[in-house]
């Protein structure tokens, strides 16, 4: 059954993400593209441009739209794939609700655990890597159609670095250099 | 009140673009200034646990901040309330999308702005990277989960998993040693 499968993977990315959105982009891209194939890369990518425009978490943002697009792309209707949104978006978001009320409600005790300061401090470097194989994963010819497409990402890549640009900015001048070159 | 605790954060959920680190001070506005629920050093603390407990910041900053207003309860409210307003305009946006991917322009755009997306990923990994002042060996670590994942296909949880372990266990190893110099 596709929403206990739904429920099931976003549970599990949701329990795993740490470092944030970036870090849970390469969860949701290993369970939803290359394990389950729900969705293709270059819709992935998409997905991420939209959820980067649009107002609240990146993470929250994507769980949503996958899980409306995972039914979608199987055919079922629109209410179906409002489910789909739901169950997603309710499942990336349990884990954490329920860790961190427990966090919550033992919070002095937890401050002082050297166990826990240890793993957070040893997992960093992982998520850095985990970003990058995200990164990675997308630099394939499905996203990068020519060399244009570098081009773009270099420019992209000096305006998010050095010039600090808004990111929302730097996604909407993307898309018009896009209009500009291939239509 | 639980009227109030919900807008706040509805507000929280609906007005940051651009993920976690972009809701902070509309966070600690609406939480800390205005309605005096938490105090800001409390507000400090709880930050430093959102960060570190597994999820998205935003999410668990109100997860927190919801309990230490009005219980679970509480809790729960301040969830519904910045989960929402990003769920139902993205419900909008995709119900709509689905209909205009195949349009000749909005394709085209699409095709530029996707090599622009994986620079956006890249750029706070190269930024993470930095703030975090990699020795080699945590560097090693980093390209190591990278190979792993990206180019012979590991889950990432597996990733996550084996990293726990070891950092555990060099913390145990430290302990061990530790506690055996004080009895010497």
């Given at each position: 059954?596709?929403?206990?499968?739904?429920?099931?993977?976003?549970?599990?990315?949701?329990?795993?993400?740490?470092?944030?959105?970036?870090?849970?982009?390469?969860?949701?891209?290993?369970?939803?593209?290359?394990?389950?194939?729900?969705?293709?890369?270059?819709?992935?990518?998409?997905?991420?441009?939209?959820?980067?425009?649009?107002?609240?978490?990146?993470?929250?943002?994507?769980?949503?739209?996958?899980?409306?697009?995972?039914?979608?792309?199987?055919?079922?209707?629109?209410?179906?794939?409002?489910?789909?949104?739901?169950?997603?978006?309710?499942a990336v978001v349990l884990p954490s609700?329920?860790?961190?009320?427990?966090?919550?409600?033992?919070?002095?005790?937890?401050?002082?655990?050297?166990?826990?300061?240890?793993?957070?401090?040893?997992?960093?470097?992982?998520?850095?890597?985990?970003?990058?194989?995200?990164?990675?994963?997308?630099?394939?010819?499905?996203?990068?159609?020519?060399?244009?497409?570098?081009?773009?990402?270099?420019?992209?890549?000096?305006?998010?670095?050095?010039?600090?640009?808004?990111?929302?900015?730097?996604?909407?001048?993307?898309?018009?250099?896009?209009?500009?070159?291939?239509? | 009140?639980?009227?109030?605790?919900?807008?706040?954060?509805?507000?929280?959920?609906?007005?940051?673009?651009?993920?976690?680190?972009?809701?902070?001070?509309?966070?600690?506005?609406?939480?800390?200034?205005?309605?005096?629920?938490?105090?800001?050093?409390?507000?400090?603390?709880?930050?430093?646990?959102?960060?570190?407990?597994?999820?998205l910041l935003a999410v668990n900053i109100?997860?927190?901040?919801?309990?230490?207003?009005?219980?679970?309860?509480?809790?729960?409210?301040?969830?519904?309330?910045?989960?929402?307003?990003?769920?139902?305009?993205?419900?909008?946006?995709?119900?709509?999308?689905?209909?205009?991917?195949?349009?000749?322009?909005?394709?085209?755009?699409?095709?530029?702005?996707?090599?622009?997306?994986?620079?956006?990923?890249?750029?706070?990994?190269?930024?993470?990277?930095?703030?975090?002042?990699?020795?080699?060996f945590t560097a090693s670590i980093a390209?190591?989960?990278?190979?792993?994942?990206?180019?012979?296909?590991?889950?990432?949880?597996?990733?996550?998993?084996?990293?726990?372990?070891?950092?555990?266990?060099?913390?145990?190893?430290?302990?061990?040693?530790?506690?055996?110099?004080?009895?010497?």
């Amino acid at each position: 059954m596709i929403f206990f499968q739904l429920f099931y993977t976003f549970f599990l990315i949701g329990m795993f993400t740490v470092g944030g959105g970036m870090a849970m982009i390469s969860l949701i891209q290993h369970q939803v593209v290359v394990q389950h194939q729900w969705i293709s890369m270059n819709g992935f990518t998409d997905i991420i441009a939209i959820s980067q425009m649009s107002p609240g978490p990146i993470g929250v943002n994507s769980a949503t739209y996958i899980g409306y697009s995972v039914i979608h792309n199987l055919g079922y209707a629109k209410p179906l794939c409002i489910l789909g949104s739901f169950t997603a978006t309710f499942a990336v978001v349990l884990p954490s609700f329920l860790i961190v009320l427990w966090i919550a409600i033992l919070f002095t005790k937890f401050k002082k655990n050297i166990w826990f300061k240890s793993i957070l401090s040893g997992l960093r470097p992982a998520v850095i890597g985990l970003i990058g194989a995200a990164a990675v994963i997308l630099m394939n010819p499905e996203n990068f159609i020519e060399w244009k497409s570098w081009v773009l990402f270099g420019l992209a890549f000096i305006s998010a670095k050095w010039i600090k640009a808004n990111p929302i900015l730097i996604i909407i001048l993307g898309g018009i250099a896009g209009i500009l070159i291939y239509s | 009140m639980y009227w109030k605790i919900f807008t706040s954060f509805a507000k929280i959920g609906a007005f940051t673009i651009g993920g976690g680190y972009a809701m902070i001070p509309l966070i600690e506005r609406e939480v800390v200034t205005k309605n005096h629920w938490i105090d800001s050093d409390e507000f400090l603390d709880m930050l430093a646990v959102a960060q570190s407990a597994p999820g998205l910041l935003a999410v668990n900053i109100s997860i927190f901040a919801g309990y230490k207003i009005k219980g679970v309860k509480g809790s729960i409210i301040a969830t519904i309330g910045s989960v929402l307003p990003s769920f139902i305009f993205i419900l909008l946006v995709a119900a709509f999308f689905t209909n205009f991917r195949d349009n000749k322009i909005v394709a085209s755009a699409f095709k530029g702005i996707r090599p622009v997306i994986v620079a956006l990923i890249v750029v706070p990994m190269i930024n993470m990277a930095i703030r975090s002042k990699l020795t080699w060996f945590t560097a090693s670590i980093a390209i190591a989960a990278l190979i792993l994942i990206s180019f012979l296909g590991v889950s990432p949880i597996w990733v996550l998993l084996a990293t726990a372990l070891g950092a555990v266990s060099i913390t145990w190893y430290k302990g061990y040693k530790q506690s055996k110099k004080n009895i010497k």
